[in-house]
């Protein structure tokens, strides 16, 4: 686990062409800086990821993207109530940074039991609204025990080759 602006005790200073350390260890951070524009500098720094979750950080584009269809296609015909969504895969939270300010209950299922403690302090980092309730376990097997009105999946996507995959068995 790591978090953006530090590996381990030791102060990393972004802005010092140290790219070969951070890749090496697992962390992109100046493409999760890129693709964040919407976090400050200060959030960044204290989002936690682990090098399995480092490149499946949800970036701006995907999220200002869902944020436009939960308006378009769910607020503009329920105006006066929010919906319970769950985010059935959570990841380190990027998703969900999203849903809880559409959700009146948003439910966040995640398999990586490390990845379920760093959602809780990333979703706290990032000021969600404390709507949400984290789970660990397989969305596939928790998914009749919620009361939902929306359901966001976004599962693996086989890492940073997932270019060069033909087939992936989800």
């Known amino acids: 686990i790591r978090s953006l602006g530090y590996i381990v005790d030791e ?8 790219n070969a350390k951070i890749i090496k260890r697992g962390i992109d951070v100046n493409r999760i800086k890129k693709s964040s ?3 400050t500098t200060e959030q960044l720094k204290k989002l936690k990821i682990t090098s399995e ?9 995907i999220r200002d993207s869902l944020k436009t269809i ?3 296609y769910y607020m503009d015909y329920s105006k006066e109530t929010k919906p319970v969504i769950t985010d059935a895969t959570g990841g380190l939270g990027g998703m969900s940074y999203v849903l809880g300010d559409f959700a009146e209950k948003l ?16 979703l706290q980092v990032l000021e969600v609204p404390k709507v949400y309730e ?3 376990g397989n969305y596939m097997d928790l ?4 009361n ?13 080759s997932h270019h060069k995959i033909k087939f992936l068995k989800l």
């Open 11 to 18: 102060r990393l200073d972004v802005n010092n062409n140290d």
């Open 37 to 39: 524009s919407d976090l």
């Open 53 to 61: 979750g480092d490149y499946s950080w949800a970036d701006s584009d």
């Open 70 to 72: 939960l308006n378009n």
């Open 107 to 122: 439910n966040i299922v995640e398999l990586n039991e490390t990845h379920v403690e760093l959602i809780k302090h990333n």
């Open 134 to 136: 984290v789970h660990h």
């Open 143 to 146: 998914k009749d025990t919620f």
């Open 148 to 160: 939902q009105d929306i359901i966001v999946a976004e599962p693996a996507c086989g890492g940073l």
